[in-house]
């Protein structure tokens, strides 16, 4: 059984910094990409970032290019999200998901693992 389990959100003031995990288990992910999504309150899910399990190779959403930085640390089986110089419209309710492919993944449509979520709030 596929679980993603994220963790490290809170409560941080615009500016500041927050590290999100997620540690991905029951499946090899090889060839793999993994992802971020977030929803804000009244909003649609949106697509934030996504890594090549394999490469490392990221792609970011322009709203959180230069401010947000994804990594994964194959020998754990997590994935991470540094996010740097918040703002208040970041705050939301973030996903961590798994897809076979890039395009399946950014689609947030079927096919892919999804985490419970975490919540980030940025106060102004």
């Known amino acids: 059984q596929v679980q993603l389990v994220e963790s490290g959100g809170g409560l941080v003031q615009a500016g500041g910094s927050v590290r999100l995990s997620c540690a991905a288990s029951?499946?090899?992910?090889?060839?793999?990409?993994m992802g971020w999504f977030r929803q804000a309150p009244g909003k649609e899910r949106e697509f934030v970032v996504a890594?090549?399990?394999?490469?490392?190779?990221?792609y970011y959403a322009d709203s959180v290019r230069g401010r947000f930085t994804i990594s994964r640390d194959n020998a754990k089986n997590t994935v991470y999200l540094q996010m740097d110089s918040l703002k208040p419209e970041d705050t939301a309710l973030y996903y961590c998901?798994?897809?076979?492919?890039?395009?399946?993944?950014?689609?947030?449509?079927?096919?892919?693992?999804w985490g419970q979520g975490t919540q980030v709030t940025v106060s102004s």
């Open positions: 998901a798994a897809g076979p492919n890039y395009s399946v993944l950014v689609s947030g449509n079927s096919g892919i693992y």
């Open positions: 029951g499946r090899s992910f090889t060839g793999y990409y």
């Open positions: 890594v090549s399990w394999d490469s490392g190779y990221p």
